[in-house]
């Protein structure tokens, strides 16, 4: 069973970063394709980030493309969202997301996942 653990969420000012952190036990990291979510109050859960299993392919939300970075350490078993240049619609749970059935291809749909972390607050004030 995969457990999923995410931290380094908080409260920043806009302009400022942020890295998330998420620790994966329970399985082979290296068997999954890695996601980050995000979900605001009132609105749907949406795709931020997701990386392969070895890092070789990422992709991004339009709306974060150029200042999120997602990495992978698969030594650590933990997975990174580098958030930078924060603005208040960043503001939401954050949560880390496993999919077992892909090694490679990154979808952004989150029923594609089927392992999901707690999730941590983001707070991005103005």
């Known amino acids: 069973q995969v457990q999923l653990v995410e931290s380094g969420g908080g409260s920043v000012q806009a302009g400022e970063s942020l890295r998330l952190s998420c620790k994966f036990s329970?399985?082979?990291?290296?068997?999954?394709?890695m996601g980050w979510f995000r979900q605001a109050p009132g609105k749907e859960r949406e795709f931020v980030a997701g990386?392969?299993?070895?890092?070789?392919?990422?992709s991004y939300a339009d709306s974060v493309e150029g200042r999120f970075t997602i990495s992978r350490d698969n030594a650590e078993n933990t997975v990174y969202l580098q958030m930078n240049s924060l603005t208040p619609g960043d503001t939401a749970v954050y949560l880390c997301?496993?999919?077992?059935?892909?090694?490679?291809?990154?979808?952004?749909?989150?029923?594609?996942?089927?392992?999901w972390g707690q999730g941590t607050q983001v707070t991005v004030s103005s």
């Open positions: 990386i392969s299993w070895d890092g070789d392919k990422v």
């Open positions: 997301a496993a999919d077992s059935r892909r090694r490679t291809t990154i979808l952004s749909q989150e029923l594609r996942y089927d392992s």
């Open positions: 329970g399985r082979r990291f290296t068997s999954y394709v």
